[in-house]
C-alpha cells in the first residue's frame, strides 16, 4: 500500500522545525502482559489535502510570459485542491481518521504485547499517549506522486505518576498507491495529484479508514518493537 520514499530537502526542513525531540525507551523497567493500558490522543480532526506546490505559482520578473502561465496554471491546480479539501471534509464528518487511528493502535498493541485495553487513563496502569501535530495527503507537484504525511510523537507513561517509559518521533512520508483507494490498477500504480484532486467522496472515504489503519500499524509496530528489543 505505501512504498517508502527519500524525503525531498523542503519537508525534511519543515518537519524539522515540528519534531524537538529525541527517542527514549524505558520499557524494560515494566512488563505488559496482564497490565491494562489506555490511550490518549491530540490528533488533528481532520486530515489536509495539497496538490501541487506553492512554489508553481512563483513570480519571476524576467519571464512575465512564464510567469503568467504558471500563475494560471498553479490557481487551476488550487481550485481542484480546494475541491478535494470540501469533499474531504464533507468525508471526514462521516469517518473519525483520529478516533480510529487511536483505538486501532491500541488494540494492535494489547494484540501483540498482551496487555487489556482500557477506556479511560483513570482505569489503567499505563498511557499510550499519541500527539500527531500534522497528517494528510500531499502532492508536491500536480503531475507527482502522492505522500501520506504523518508528524508528532508517541509516548507510553506510568499512568499514576506520569512517567515517561517510551517516547518515539512520528516522521512518516510514504507514497500511496490507488489500492488505497480502492482504484483499478494502472502502470506505476501510483495516485498523483491531479488523480487525488479527481477523487470522489467515496473513493476518499475509503481512502481515509485505510489509511489510518496503516498509520496505527505505524505507530504499533513501534512500540511493539522497542518493547521487545527491551527484554
Known amino acids: 500500500m505505501f512504498r517508502a520514499l527519500?524525503?525531498?530537502?523542503?519537508?525534511?526542513?519543515?518537519?524539522?522545525?515540528?519534531?524537538?525531540?529525541?527517542?527514549?525507551?524505558r520499557l524494560g523497567e515494566v512488563a505488559l502482559p496482564g497490565?491494562?493500558?489506555?490511550?490518549?490522543?491530540?490528533?488533528?480532526?481532520?486530515?489536509?489535502?495539497?496538490?501541487?506546490?506553492?512554489?508553481?505559482?512563483?513570480?519571476?520578473?524576467?519571464?512575465?510570459?512564464?510567469?503568467?502561465?504558471?500563475?494560471?496554471?498553479?490557481?487551476?491546480?488550487?481550485?481542484?485542491?480546494?475541491?478535494?479539501?470540501?469533499?474531504?471534509?464533507s468525508v471526514v464528518a462521516r469517518v473519525d481518521v483520529a478516533d480510529r487511528i487511536a483505538r486501532r493502535?491500541?488494540?494492535?498493541t494489547a494484540q501483540a504485547l498482551?496487555?487489556?485495553?482500557?477506556?479511560?487513563?483513570?482505569?489503567?496502569?499505563?498511557?499510550?499517549?499519541?500527539?500527531v501535530r500534522d497528517y494528510g495527503l500531499v502532492a508536491d507537484s500536480f503531475e507527482g506522486d502522492t505522500f501520506f504525511v504523518l508528524v508528532g510523537e508517541a509516548l507510553f507513561l506510568d499512568a499514576q505518576t506520569g512517567a515517561e517509559l517510551w517516547?518515539?518521533?512520528?516522521?512518516?512520508?510514504?507514497?500511496?498507491?490507488?489500492?488505497?483507494?480502492?482504484?483499478?490498477?494502472i502502470p506505476g500504480n501510483v495516485v498523483t495529484g491531479r488523480a487525488l484532486a479527481a477523487l470522489s467522496s467515496g473513493e476518499m472515504a475509503a481512502g481515509l479508514q485505510r489509511l489510518g489503519d496503516l498509520a496505527a500499524e505505524r505507530i504499533a509496530a513501534r512500540l511493539v518493537r522497542d518493547y521487545e528489543r527491551s527484554r
Open 114 to 131: 498482551g496487555f487489556a485495553p482500557a477506556d479511560r487513563p483513570a482505569d489503567a496502569d499505563f498511557v499510550l499517549d499519541l500527539r
Open 6 to 25: 527519500a524525503r525531498p530537502a523542503l519537508l525534511l526542513a519543515a518537519l524539522a522545525a515540528v519534531s524537538g525531540c529525541s527517542a527514549s525507551n
Open 167 to 185: 517516547r518515539t518521533d512520528l516522521d512518516e512520508r510514504e507514497v500511496v498507491d490507488r489500492t488505497v483507494f480502492r482504484l483499478p490498477a
Open 35 to 89: 497490565r491494562r493500558v489506555a490511550v490518549a490522543a491530540a490528533i488533528p480532526p481532520a486530515p489536509r489535502v495539497q496538490a501541487g506546490s506553492p512554489l508553481e505559482a512563483g513570480v519571476n520578473p524576467w519571464d512575465p510570459v512564464g510567469t503568467a502561465v504558471r500563475r494560471e496554471t498553479s490557481e487551476a491546480k488550487r481550485r481542484q485542491a480546494v475541491r478535494a479539501q470540501a469533499r474531504l471534509d
Open 105 to 108: 493502535t491500541l488494540a494492535r
